[in-house]
Nanobody, 115 residues
Framework: QVQLVESGGGLVQAGGSLRLSCVVSRNIFNLGVLGWYRQAPGKQREMVAKITTSRITRYGDSVKGRFTISRDIYKNTVYLQMNSLEVEDTANYYC?????????WGQGIQVTVSS
């Protein structure tokens, strides 16, 4: 079992920055893929960013060049640095972990970008 707890969301103006954090209940050194997804009202959940145990990263097309995913294995935490935020980034953001072929999700945290 893996518990994921997100923090760092909130309200920000367009062009601003936020950093999301996700504390993982297990040692993340070899845990599996970690990542962030988001879901806006009336839309499907979409992948924002992923990072593997080899620190290979992958980003959704809409956030490339603006968002950066990273992890701290000593704090068992995965981060999402979000820069140049746009109104379209407004969504509930979910931390994700794949462990032993099972998917685990955080409860989600709201990010609202105002114009």
């Amino acid at each position: 079992q893996v518990q994921l707890v997100e923090s760092g969301g909130g309200l920000v103006q367009a062009g601003g920055s936020l950093r999301l954090s996700c504390v993982v209940s297990r040692n993340i050194f070899n845990l599996g893929v970690l990542g962030w997804y988001r879901q806006a009202p009336g839309k499907q959940r979409e992948m924002v960013a992923k990072i593997t145990t080899s620190r290979i990263t992958r980003y959704g097309d809409s956030v490339k060049g603006r968002f950066t995913i990273s992890r701290d294995i000593y704090k068992n935490t995965v981060y999402l640095q979000m820069n140049s935020l746009e109104v379209e980034d407004t969504a509930n953001y979910y931390c994700y972990a794949n462990f032993r072929d099972r998917d685990f999700w955080g409860q989600g945290i709201q990010v609202t970008v105002s114009s």
